[in-house]
């Protein structure tokens, strides 16, 4: 889930977005905010209330459902990742493997010409 690439408060005059802003008046507009989660939304419109004692504590937007979501997700990213890593290691490992195999192929090689040069 991404958030808008528009703020909520969208205006044409810099002085109506104050105002807007001023008075938690916000709006989100299609389509920018079209593939932003109704979780999400909830979250924006609980942190851009007016008065500073109804907007929720730190505390209580982790516990809100797209901060949980979001948090899961990151988790299982955070898997993913470890698991690429793990096989990015294994495909060093592997390279390494066939360099050294492949130089070694390189010197026998260089060993049976020169045999072959000396023995003529």
């Given at each position: 889930d991404?958030?808008?690439?528009?703020?909520?408060?969208?205006?044409?005059?810099?002085?109506?977005?104050?105002k807007?802003?001023?008075?938690?008046k916000y709006?989100?507009?299609?389509?920018?905010?079209?593939?932003?989660?109704?979780?999400?939304?909830?979250?924006?419109?609980a942190c851009l209330q007016l008065s500073p004692a109804k907007r929720p504590s730190?505390?209580?937007?982790?516990?809100?459902?797209?901060?949980n979501k979001t948090r899961k997700l990151s988790q299982k990213n955070l898997h993913v990742a470890k698991n690429l890593e793990a096989y990015?290691?294994?495909?060093?490992k592997g390279k390494i493997l066939l360099v050294v195999s492949t130089v070694a192929r390189?010197?026998?090689?260089?060993?049976?010409?020169?045999?072959r040069s000396s023995a003529e």
């Open positions: 991404h958030l808008g690439r528009e703020p909520p408060f969208m205006s044409d005059n810099m002085p109506m977005v104050i807007n802003i001023s008075e938690a709006e989100f507009y299609s389509p920018h905010w079209n593939a932003v989660s109704k979780d999400a939304k909830e979250l924006i419109a730190a505390e209580q937007c982790r516990g809100m459902r797209w901060l990015n290691r294994w495909r060093r390189m010197e026998t090689l260089a060993r049976g010409r020169r045999r």
